[in-house]
């Protein structure tokens, strides 16, 4: 059973924007606190945005202001609006059950001219 199905992800400039939507199943994601997070090349795991379950949202600061965290309980899907994306935002980014320690397989960003 997967949990999450990361999609959105793809190739685009800098300064440009994707939208990431992961679709959500089997555990009760409206008690969830959820999170994207990414690996670029060669580095580790960092935590991109969380989101609780009272909407509250929490930035790394690489990507506040230009990233938004959202999530819609009624149809069990997180997004991540990725904006004036830069070349260090390269990475698979993943959607995580907080909660539950759930982890999505991943989509792929690419950010290159």
């Known amino acids: 059973q997967e949990h999450f199905v990361e999609s959105g992800g793809g190739l685009v400039q800098p300064g440009g924007s994707l939208r990431l939507s992961c679709a959500a199943a089997?555990?009760?994601?409206?008690?969830?606190?959820l999170g994207w997070y990414r690996q670029g090349p060669g580095k580790e795991r960092e935590m991109v945005a969380t989101?609780?379950?009272?909407?509250?949202?929490n930035y790394a600061e690489s990507v506040r202001g230009r990233f938004t965290i959202s999530r819609d309980n009624a149809n069990n899907i997180l997004y991540l609006q990725m904006n004036n994306l830069k070349f260090e935002d390269t990475a698979v980014y993943f959607c995580?059950?907080?909660?539950?320690?759930?982890w999505g397989r991943g989509t792929q960003v690419t950010v290159s001219s």
């Open positions: 995580r059950s907080r909660t539950y320690g759930y």
């Open positions: 989101i609780d379950q009272s909407f509250t949202t």
């Open positions: 089997y555990f009760n994601f409206g008690a969830s606190n």
